[in-house]
């Protein structure tokens, strides 16, 4: 019994050890021998450029720990509430052709990170379970996986320009657009105390930001109207996404820490957020794509032979 014990003592020091070092991690020693990681056995060449500088990355990450808060207060003073006023009286300026061109990059981009991301959330689910994959944080170990934890978090820095460049333009700007904004930018900003279940995160973000921008880079490069099942097809991947990073704070919370290695008001909150939109999501499809009246699919057949 006392062996018993004390094996979960040492079990229990060695995972908080390993948490640890998870925050104070030495990237100067980590191999740089893709072969053992799964995935991917190499790194492109842009990626082997930036994994010479990630403890720079890394310093910079938890040194300003305050920057996306600060980014997301300019951001709603600026761009959600000043410059529309400005805009009020003004032209549009025509910027459909930037707007695609930013769009079609945070596409490629998004689809560039889940190349690199989503085979090792494949080999887990195959080799450890569904679990493991969610509470299983061996994926720290990969400095390629740190490296686009990083390019993830400033990726959500770059997005908020899409909400300067439809505003000039005179587009409509969404409230669960610019409220989403926010709160992923300060949220993914605090992905180096959560490794427990990022992997879920950040490749599902990937996956459906591939597919959303790719939308609205058609979008906005041709003046004919895309097929409706297209924008609805965007919004149900996205209530999937929600769901899905719904259960992963779940099983974050349920567990102890020992097991998933997170800590919990981090959980909490991710719990939170993904609640909020996933309701939020379902609401929209449903106002939007599920007519309930007969009023409603004759104003939508109305709509199409016009």
């Given at each position: ?5 004390n ?12 948490l640890s ?15 053992l990681?799964?995935?991917f056995?190499s ?17 910079f ?6 920057l ?11 761009v ?18 930037v707007l ?9 981009f ?6 690199r ?10 080799n ?17 996986y ?11 820095m ?7 460049i ?15 904004n926010?709160?992923s ?5 605090q992905?180096?105390e ?6 879920w995160?950040?490749c ?20 004919n ?10 919004t ?8 899905i ?14 097991v ?23 609401r929209?499809?449903?106002e939007?794509?599920?007519p309930?009246?007969?009023t ?6 109305t709509?199409?032979?016009?």
């Amino acid at each position: 019994m006392d062996d018993n014990n004390n094996d979960a003592q040492i079990t229990t020091k060695t995972t908080f050890l390993k948490l640890s070092t998870y925050m104070e991690k030495n990237f100067h020693d980590v191999s740089f021998n893709f072969s053992l990681y799964p995935g991917f056995n190499s790194a492109l060449n842009i990626e082997r450029l930036l994994l010479m500088n990630l403890s720079k990355l890394s310093d910079f990450i938890e040194n300003y720990v305050w920057l996306p808060f600060a980014i997301s207060l300019l951001y709603f003073i600026i761009v959600v509430c000043w410059i529309p006023r400005l805009m009020r009286n003004r032209q549009p300026y025509r910027l459909n052709d930037v707007l695609s061109f930013w769009n079609l990059t945070m596409a490629l981009f998004s689809i560039v990170g889940t190349f690199r991301l989503l085979p090792e959330l494949i080999f887990m689910i195959q080799n450890y379970g569904l679990f493991q994959s969610i509470c299983d944080d061996r994926y720290i170990d990969d400095p390629r996986y740190f490296l686009w934890m990083f390019l993830f978090q400033f990726s959500k820095m770059f997005e908020l320009l899409t909400s300067v460049i439809i505003i000039l333009n005179k587009g409509k700007l969404l409230s669960i657009h610019w409220i989403y904004n926010i709160i992923s930018l300060c949220y993914s900003w605090q992905m180096l105390e959560m490794p427990s279940n990022t992997r879920w995160l950040v490749c599902t973000d990937f996956l459906v930001h591939s597919f959303k921008y790719l939308y609205f880079a058609m979008k906005t490069s041709t003046q004919n109207p895309l097929p409706r099942v297209f924008p609805m097809a965007i919004t149900l991947l996205q209530i999937l996404q929600a769901i899905i990073c719904l259960l992963t704070e779940w099983v974050n919370l349920w567990y102890p820490q020992q097991v998933c290695h997170k800590d919990k008001y981090l959980s909490f909150a991710g719990f939170f957020i993904y609640g909020v939109f996933t309701i939020w999501l379902i609401r929209i499809f449903i106002e939007k794509y599920l007519p309930t009246t007969t009023t409603d699919y004759e104003a939508i057949e109305t709509k199409k032979n016009e």
